[in-house]
C-alpha cells in the first residue's frame, strides 16, 4: 500500500494541471532536467559520429542543453507524450540549427553540390573516363554557364570553411599529425641499423655491388668494370643481394616469415645461416636503438679479380 501511495504521489506531481503548475512549475522542470540530462550527451554523441572531427561537440552540448530547459519550461503532460520523447524531438532541432549556423553554405547550394557530384560519379562509371563540363551541364539539365555558377558556389563555400577554422585557429588540429612517435622512432632506428649490418655482412663482390650501386649511385657500367664482369653479370648479383638483404632482415626482424629452406642442411642453407649470425651479432640491441646508424662506407675502389 505504502508503495503504490507513493507512486500515485509521484504521478499526481507530473500531471498537475497547467494551471496549478505555475506555483510548483519550477521544481518539476528542474526535475525533468536533472533526470534526461543523458538524454543531450547520448544525441550529440549520435549526432557528432557522423560529423568531421574538428565540430564542437560543447557547441552541440550547449544548444541541446537549452533545448531540454525549453522542452521541460513548455511540457504539458496532459497530452499524452512522454517526456523524453518530446524533449528527442526538440533536442535534435536544436542541434540541428546549431550546426547550420556554423555551415558557410546555403541549402541550395549543398543540394546542387550533391547533385553535380552523382551526376559526375554517374557519367564517369557510364563513359569509362572523367566527363567534360558540356556533357555534366547537358546530364544536369542546365547550361555551361549555370554549371560553372554552381561549382564556383561550392568552391567559395570550401574556402570560407577552410577561411573560418584557420581564423579560430584550428585549421592545424585538422591536418593528420605526421610525425612520428617515440615508438615510430626506435623501431626505425633498428630497421636502419639492421640494414647497415646486413649490407656489410654481405660477400665483399655483392657489397661493392649494393653500395657502389644503391648508396653512391654509381653506373652499372662502372661497376661491372671495377669486377671484371659484364653489365647484365651486375644485373643478376644486385638482384642475388637484394633477395639475401630481405631474408636477412627478414631473420631478424620477423624469423617466423622466412620461407623454409628446400635441403635445409644443404650447402645454401649454411650460407644463409651464417650471414643471419653474422648480421645478429654485429651489433646490440642498445645500439640499434641508441642513435641513428651511419651510412654504409663506400669499399675503396679497387678491381676484384675472380668470376662472381
Given amino acids: 500500500m505504502a508503495g503504490t501511495e507513493k507512486v500515485t504521489q509521484s504521478t499526481a506531481k507530473v500531471a498537475l494541471p497547467a494551471a496549478d503548475r505555475a506555483a510548483t512549475g519550477s521544481t518539476v522542470d528542474e526535475d525533468l532536467v536533472r533526470e534526461h540530462l543523458p538524454l543531450v550527451g547520448y544525441l550529440v554523441a549520435e549526432t557528432a559520429a557522423k560529423l568531421p572531427g574538428h565540430v564542437s561537440r560543447d557547441d552541440l552540448t550547449s544548444a541541446g ?10 511540457f504539458d503532460p496532459s497530452r499524452g507524450v512522454p517526456f523524453g520523447r518530446f ?3 526538440r533536442i535534435r532541432g536544436a542541434i540541428i540549427d546549431e550546426l547550420r ?5 546555403s541549402r541550395s547550394v549543398r543540394i546542387k553540390a550533391r547533385q553535380r557530384a552523382a551526376a559526375e560519379e554517374a557519367l564517369a562509371a557510364k563513359l569509362g573516363r572523367h566527363p567534360t563540363a558540356a556533357e555534366l551541364a547537358a546530364t544536369l539539365g542546365i547550361s555551361s554557364d549555370e554549371l560553372a ?3 564556383e558556389d561550392v568552391h567559395r563555400s570550401v574556402v570560407l570553411s577552410l577561411q573560418g577554422f584557420s581564423d579560430a585557429g584550428t585549421l592545424e588540429g585538422m591536418l593528420p599529425h605526421q610525425d612520428p612517435g617515440p615508438e615510430d622512432v626506435l623501431l626505425g632506428r633498428e630497421r636502419h641499423s639492421y640494414l647497415v649490418d646486413a649490407v656489410a655482412a654481405l660477400p665483399e663482390r655483392l657489397r661493392v655491388v649494393v653500395v657502389g650501386y644503391f648508396f653512391n649511385e654509381r ?7 671495377e ?20 631474408d636477412g632482415m627478414t631473420a631478424m626482424l620477423a624469423p617466423e616469415e622466412l620461407p623454409t629452406e628446400a635441403r635445409p642442411d644443404g650447402c645454401v642453407a649454411r650460407r644463409k645461416a651464417a650471414y643471419y649470425a653474422t648480421i645478429a ?6 645500439a640499434r636503438i641508441g642513435a641513428t646508424p651511419p651510412r654504409p662506407a663506400q669499399p675503396a675502389p679497387r678491381r676484384v679479380s675472380g668470376a662472381a
Fill in 101 to 105: 549556423s556554423h555551415d558557410w553554405a
Fill in 65 to 74: 542543453m537549452m533545448a531540454l530547459a525549453q522542452a521541460a519550461r513548455g
Fill in 219 to 225: 653506373p652499372m657500367a662502372e661497376i661491372a668494370t
Fill in 227 to 246: 669486377l671484371g664482369v659484364t653489365e647484365s653479370r651486375i644485373s643478376q648479383m644486385r638482384a642475388e643481394a637484394l633477395a639475401l638483404l630481405k
Fill in 281 to 286: 651479432a654485429s651489433s646490440d640491441f642498445r
Fill in 87 to 89: 524533449a528527442t524531438v
Fill in 149 to 151: 555558377s554552381v561549382e
